[in-house]
């Protein structure tokens, strides 16, 4: 088994946190149909008022789209995390993936915890070295 530091356990895990938390939008932007927002702010789940209607931004000009490239960034954001993340610039990409998340409809907060994944992760290296000495 490969020897884990405890930051790349750390990034892993809340890379794929946000990854799936994230996707778990897009599914409520799919059943609201291919229609406009009205505006960058949406709803991604309006039926659920205890949490608001799930928050989240979007660029995209359609729900069903919007919903469905969220599922699929949600998802590669949760692989990246836990395949890629100790790789060279791999705290990087995942940063930029979290915000692409962010603008195709992945919620607010989610990509918000998928960009302090990626900021552990670029710590990843240097904490192995530390560890060295």
Not at 32 to 48: D, F, H, M, R, T
Request: glycine share 14%.
């Amino acid at each position: 088994m490969k020897n884990l530091s405890k930051t790349r356990i750390a990034a892993s895990a809340l890379g794929i946190f946000a990854g799936l938390g994230g996707a778990s939008h897009g599914p409520g932007e799919m059943l609201q149909g291919n229609i406009a927002p009205n505006s960058l702010v949406i709803e991604s789940w309006p039926e659920l008022t205890a949490l608001q209607g799930e928050p989240a931004m979007t660029i995209i000009p359609s729900f069903l789209v919007s919903g469905v490239l969220t599922v699929i960034v949600g998802v590669l954001v949760a692989v990246w995390a836990a395949k890629f993340v100790q790789r060279k610039n791999g705290g990087i990409m995942l940063i930029l993936l979290s915000i692409i998340l962010l603008l195709v409809g992945g919620g607010l907060f989610p990509p918000a915890f998928g960009v302090a994944a990626g900021v552990i992760g670029t710590r990843i290296k240097s904490a192995a070295n530390q560890n060295k000495t």
